[in-house]
Antibody
Framework: QLQLLESGPGLVKPSETLSLTCSVS??????????WGWIRQPPGKGLEWIGS???????HYNPSLRSRVTISVDMSKKQFSLRVRSLTAADTAVYYC????????????WGQGTLVTVSS | DIQMTQSPSILSASVGDRVTITCRAS??????LAWYQQRPGKAPKALIY???SLESGIPSRFSGSASGTEFTLTISSLQPDDFATYYC?????????FGQGTKLEI
């Protein structure tokens, strides 16, 4: 059973860069290729997939955000991270990190989410 | 992008009712569809994967099915804990996309 926990600032100014980290626990994380993802949810709205990364480093991004987003992984620290550049108010959302335990599944493990507000 | 269209957006029901939520994909996604339940202020919780496989620990009153590009989530007998918002998600093609959600209310 994996546990995921997001960390990062709750308030960021417009035009700045958001950096979030997801810390993973509850498994040795060795010998298996893991698949991680970031999903966000603006207040009162639906879910949007931001991007995903394998523990090998191979990544995929939502084209709507690709120019501003970077996802990285550091398995030695049991963490993966999200950076979003050039923030606007439209980036205000709860950001979730998630994991897929098998290739046939969707995201079966989720962090609790962290609210990020973009405001001056 | 593959569009996922859920219906209805809001569903009113009572404890003990049988309810069905539908999700239609704009393209063939085979069976690569998941269903999630989200309660207010909480993270989504995975219910179903590969269109009809039940996640571990999920009650058997939840079931999923597929016919072509139309997918359904059925709750056979609603319990008080089931009143929440439900989302479908396709993971056949990048970018992964979610339905807009179905709010199940009393």
């Amino acid at each position: 059973q994996l546990q995921l926990l997001e960390s990062g600032p709750g308030l960021v100014k417009p035009s700045e860069t958001l950096s979030l980290t997801c810390s993973v626990s509850g498994d040795s994380l060795r010998g298996v290729i893991y698949y991680w993802g970031w999903i966000r949810q603006p207040p009162g709205k639906g879910l949007e997939w931001i991007g995903s990364i394998y523990s090998t480093g191979s990544s995929h991004y939502n084209p709507s955000l690709r120019s501003r987003v970077t996802i990285s992984v550091d398995m030695s620290k049991k963490q993966f991270s999200l950076r979003v550049r050039s923030l606007t108010a439209a980036d205000t959302a709860v950001y979730y990190c998630a994991s897929r335990s098998e290739t046939t599944k969707g995201f079966d493990y989720w962090g609790q989410g962290t609210l990020v507000t973009v405001s001056s | 992008d593959i569009q996922m269209t859920q219906s209805p957006s809001i569903l009113s029901a009572s404890v003990g009712d049988r309810v069905t939520i539908t999700c239609r994909a704009s393209q063939n996604i085979y069976s690569w569809l998941a269903w999630y339940q989200q309660r207010p202020g909480k993270a989504p919780k995975a219910l179903i994967y590969e269109a009809s496989s039940l996640e571990s620990g999920i009650p058997s009153r939840f079931s999923g099915s597929a016919s072509g590009t139309e997918f359904t989530l059925t709750i056979s007998s609603l319990q008080p804990d089931d009143f929440a918002t439900y989302y479908c998600q396709q993971y056949n093609t990048y970018p992964y996309t979610f339905g807009q959600g179905t709010k199940l209310e009393i």
